[in-house]
């Protein structure tokens, strides 16, 4: 069963921290992405990738950045974690060219809270 | 005005209803239109997708595209308690690179 596996289901930790957020998918796909989902507020895209070592900004970039070495690793990197990056972490990857009949496959979500 | 709208509910129903979910957008270019469901504590999983306008049916589910209106809806026929998640419209203009849009998402519940 393909599958996008994220390393945490639940982290807590202390406001200034540097958090890692790891991803990974084993269905060889090329596009990678971060999102963060809060209710009231949907899903929202961080960063995203097409190809190892490229990286795009999405709609909310601003106090993350990300990693990508190897096709199959994508990294969110919260650089001094704040109390409002409280929320769902969600990682997805695709296939280029196939979004319309595959979609996104999601990982199960990191609910990371800052204290 | 956002791209993607989508009323969050939540959406209460019996089982055996038959339920309407809808999306509204404002991008033209649109092309490519997928429903996803998402279970309490999971990530989402793609459910139905269609390429520009007309139905598309599979068991209970049916999804339906009107560009002129531009508008989405997914109807789900002899809801179960099974269907009770919440349940997001995405889109795109190509199939490539381009990343979906999603909207905000719908709560549903199905009360047996």
């Known amino acids: 069963d393909v599958k996008v596996t994220q390393s945490s289901r639940y982290l807590v930790k202390r406001t200034g921290e540097k958090v890692f957020l790891e991803c990974v998918q084993d269905?060889?796909?090329?596009?990678m992405f971060w999102y963060r989902q809060d209710p009231g507020l949907g899903l929202r895209l961080i960063y995203f990738?097409?190809?190892?070592?490229?990286?795009e900004k999405g709609d909310i970039p601003e106090g993350y950045s990300v990693s990508r070495e190897k096709k199959e690793r994508f990294s969110l990197i919260l650089e001094s974690a704040s109390t409002n990056q409280t929320s769902m972490y969600l990682c997805?990857?695709?296939?280029?060219?196939?979004?319309?009949?595959?979609?996104?496959?999601f990982g199960s979500g990191t609910r990371l809270t800052v204290v | 005005q956002k791209e993607v709208e989508q009323d969050p509910g939540p959406l209460s129903v019996p089982e055996g209803a038959i339920v309407s979910l809808n999306c509204t957008y404002s991008?033209?270019?649109?092309?490519?239109f997928m429903w996803y469901r998402q279970y309490s504590r999971k990530g989402p999983e793609l459910l139905m997708y269609?390429?520009?306008?007309g139905n598309k049916e599979d068991g209970r589910f049916t999804a339906q595209v009107d560009k002129s209106s531009k508008y989405i809806s997914l109807f789900i026929r002899d809801s179960q308690p099974s269907d009770s998640a919440t349940y997001l419209c995405?889109?795109?203009?190509?199939?490539?690179?381009?990343?979906?849009?999603f909207g905000k998402g719908t709560r549903l519940s199905v009360i047996a």
């Open positions: 997805a990857s695709s296939r280029t060219g196939r979004v319309a009949n595959y979609g996104y496959t």
């Open positions: 269905m060889d796909h090329e596009n």
């Open positions: 990738s097409y190809d190892v070592k490229m990286k």
């Open positions: 991008n033209s270019a649109f092309q490519y």
């Open positions: 269609t390429y520009s306008s």
């Open positions: 995405a889109m795109t203009p190509d199939s490539g690179n381009t990343p979906l849009v």
